[in-house]
């Protein structure tokens, strides 16, 4: 074979391979390897005859329930039960919850509401009037019951975002355990500490 023909076979094969759907044409042009272009699927909303109703998109099984929307418990997961707020943790408070929602507060909260969480994180410095995290120690925050803060911490509370999705649950339960020794320590007097301590508080 001469080497034109040659050429002419590659520009040919060439010329094939490179044809894609073309705008304006009526018939598809030949694809010699479609690849993956074209699969057997249905894409939603399109019809199918397979079934009576030719929905291709199936309705789930009644009683399905997504997994985003199962709801074990209500007031452990909520913090709610029959549109009241859980009045009290439902952890056992010991010093490992405590100190495990230290660390979830200081990880999660304290950038906006500061370790004290008096509100003074490095969040509201930059962010300005508009965004202004609260302090923690109010009266009205203190007067919350658990159920309540912590729904806030799942939801959020006007401009705060809620962090349900970052925050397990129990994680979320011991954040609300450690912010509560926050909140009593602050106001604390020598009368909080047990006696046979009272000689190490400098
Ligand atoms: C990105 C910043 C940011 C983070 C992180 C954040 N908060 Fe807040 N929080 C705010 C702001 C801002 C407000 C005030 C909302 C308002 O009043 O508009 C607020 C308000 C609150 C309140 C309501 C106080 C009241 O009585 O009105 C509680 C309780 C609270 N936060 C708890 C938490 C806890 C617990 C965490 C950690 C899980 C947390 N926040 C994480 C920004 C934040």
Redesign the pocket.
């Given at each position: 074979m001469r080497i034109q023909s040659i050429l002419l076979v590659i520009a040919a094969v060439a010329g094939l391979v490179s044809c894609g759907p073309g705008a304006g044409k009526d018939t598809p042009p030949i694809w010699v390897f479609p690849d993956m272009k074209i699969q057997e699927k249905y894409k939603p909303q399109q019809e199918s005859p397979l079934f009576s109703d030719r929905r291709a998109s199936r309705k789930p099984v009644e009683g399905t329930v997504s997994r985003e929307g199962y709801v074990e418990d209500e007031g452990y997961s909520l913090g709610i039960v029959s549109g009241q707020y859980v009045g009290k943790n439902p952890l056992e408070l010991n010093q490992a919850v405590l100190a495990h929602g230290q660390k979830?507060?200081n990880t999660?909260?304290?950038?906006?509401?500061d370790r004290t969480?008096s509100?003074g994180?490095i969040?509201?410095k930059r962010?300005g009037a508009a965004?202004?995290?609260?302090?923690?120690h109010?009266p009205?925050?203190k007067q919350?019951n658990d159920g309540?803060?912590y729904s806030?911490?799942s939801d959020?509370?006007?401009?705060?975002?809620g962090?349900r999705n970052q925050?397990s649950n129990y994680d979320?339960w011991a954040?609300?355990a450690y912010?509560r020794a926050l909140q009593r320590a602050k106001g604390a007097t020598i009368d909080d500490v047990p006696e046979n301590l009272r000689g190490e508080v400098r």
């Open positions: 979830k507060f999660y909260c304290a950038p906006c509401h969480a509100g994180g969040v509201g962010a965004f202004q995290p609260a302090d923690l109010k009205e925050t919350k309540e803060l806030i911490a959020g509370r006007r401009t705060m975002m962090y925050i979320r954040v609300v912010l």
